[in-house]
């Protein structure tokens, strides 16, 4: 899919890996529509586009994926030239806590799986099947290598990245008589607000979980992105483990101090 032109939709925009894909996406001259929780941040995010790349076509539209009137409400109110979203990039998510399960806040496992999983499907059940009545699509699921192996303290996180990956299994099943692709991107650790939200604005706490190793960027996984959706139309990047070099997995980490 040749990408100048495409309407390019990211969950989760207003910082971290949503933000850079959408900048990324926005260089290679699509329309972006930066969705998010927080007005704000995509606010800051647009301009931080335009002010690098001027000519780029980009909207902010502000609604919490865990409210499904509400995106279906946005969706159903996007100005025509940005209406037929050809990528869709589920990308809004969060880890609540680092307790072991049984002293864990329930009301924490609520707004992850919510978010994480229901608020997934819920902007996928809109816009997939105007993807298979046009023809033409894209869905990337950022999962995590959270999701493949469970760590101490990452329980519901975990179980919420493993059913994002097994979704993203069954959406390539159920359109596989169509022309629209899914790709899954499992990121290892990415350096972005992801533990301070985990932590709860503790950023000493969060500054720790980086410290040691060269953790990713955002910009490394917005540039993945951009490359599978860049393949041709036969082509499907299925599933991607993508991790800093000191880490294989959430048990085998090399950490330099
Ligand atoms: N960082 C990592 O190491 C890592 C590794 C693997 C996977 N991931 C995954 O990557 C994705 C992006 O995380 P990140 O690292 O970029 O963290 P981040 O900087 O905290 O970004 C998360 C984004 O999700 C948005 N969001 C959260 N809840 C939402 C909701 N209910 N409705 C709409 N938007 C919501 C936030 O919006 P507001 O700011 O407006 O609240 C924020 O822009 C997440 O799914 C995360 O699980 C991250």
Redesign the pocket.
Known sequence: MIIKNKTVLV?????????ACAAAFACEGARVIL????QA??EACRKKIIKKYPKARCMVSA????DIAAVRKALETLPRPFRAVDVLIN?????LGKEKFYEGDPADWDVMI???IK?LLYISRFIAPEMVARGKGHIIN?????GRRAYPGGNVYCAT?AAVRMLSSAMRIDLIDTPVRVTDI????????????RFKGDAQRAKKEYLGFH??S?HDIAEIAVFVVSRPDHVVLDELLVTPREMISTAIFHKRR
């Open positions: 969950t989760g925009a207003g910082s971290g890996i949503g933000e969705t998010g929780k927080t941040h995509l609604f919490d994926v865990r990308n809004a998510g969060l880890g919510d978010t994480n608020g950022i999962s995590s290598i959270a990245k499992a990121p290892g650790k990415v350096k972005t607000d992801f533990s301070r939200v953790p990713l955002s």
